[in-house]
T-cell receptor, first 112, second 111 residues
Framework: DAMVIQNPRYQVTQFGKPVTLSCSQT?????MYWYQQKSSQAPKLLFH???????NEADTPDNFQSRRPNTSFCFLDIRSPGLGDAAMYLC???????????FGSGTQLSVL | GQNIDQPTEMTATEGAIVQINCTYQ??????LFWYQQHAGEAPTFLSY????GLEEKGRFSSFLSRSKGYSYLLLKELQMKDSASYLC????????????FGPGTRLSVLP
């Protein structure tokens, strides 16, 4: 089945140690999103790609970067994770404007 | 910018009907979506409105008034499994590419 896949499901990193989260999709969707969701809060949009065009939200910290090497893959890089970056990170895709989002199962990041 | 508001928590009884409201102020509008999210899981799509009026999907219905910046999600014949967070999300600026969630409403269904 076509889907959005995030690996790993759980990721543990150390304070200040760079970490990369991955997302892949078999839907061939144009748009890929990264959201951060902390406990009992709504998902917060970090950035998105429309094809290769990168769109950063104004309040996304510089510590967060993203790469989309091709249509299928998108990566979230956290250069120096702090304790406050512990959260669920959700990847989502959509075919284009006015289309719903399809979510991956998320990666729960812990920072020790 | 975008501002989306929902009640934080609601409680209802199994078998009852509940209405979850969402108000929004956005620069640009390209549709409003409702998602359900169980604890520790990813959001799942429930409904979509881009024109004014009511969209019905089984036990779930969603209403939109663009002039009022208002939507609601109606859940009928509540079941225990409906206990979850319900997220209102709006496609706004940037030709609809931005997809921003409201704070979510945590619904508890009691026996």
């Amino acid at each position: 089945d076509a889907m959005v896949i995030q690996n790993p499901r759980y990721q543990v990193t150390q304070f200040g140690k760079p970490v990369t989260l991955s997302c892949s999709q078999t839907l061939n969707h144009n748009v890929m999103y990264w959201y951060q969701q902390k406990s009992s809060q709504a998902p917060k949009l970090l950035f998105h790609y429309y094809d290769k065009d990168f769109n950063n939200e104004a309040d996304t910290p510089d510590n967060f970067q993203s790469r989309r090497p091709n249509t299928s893959f998108c990566f979230l890089d956290i250069r120096s994770p702090g304790l406050g970056d512990a959260a669920m990170y959700l990847c989502a895709t959509s075919r284009g404007v006015n289309e719903k989002l399809f979510f991956g199962s998320g990666t729960q990041l812990s920072v020790l | 910018g975008q501002n989306i508001d929902q009640p934080t928590e609601m409680t209802a009884t199994e078998g009852a009907i509940v209405q979850i409201n969402c108000t929004y102020q956005t620069s640009g509008f390209n549709g409003l979506f409702w998602y359900q999210q169980h604890a520790g899981e990813a959001p799942t799509f429930l409904s979509y409105n881009v024109l004014d009026g009511l969209e019905e999907k089984g036990r779930f219905s969603s209403f939109l008034s663009r002039s009022k910046g208002y939507s609601y999600l109606l859940l009928k014949e509540l079941q225990m499994k409906d206990s979850a967070s319900y997220l209102c999300a709006v496609r706004g600026d940037n030709y609809g590419q931005n997809f921003v969630f409201g704070p979510g409403t945590r619904l508890s269904v009691l026996p």
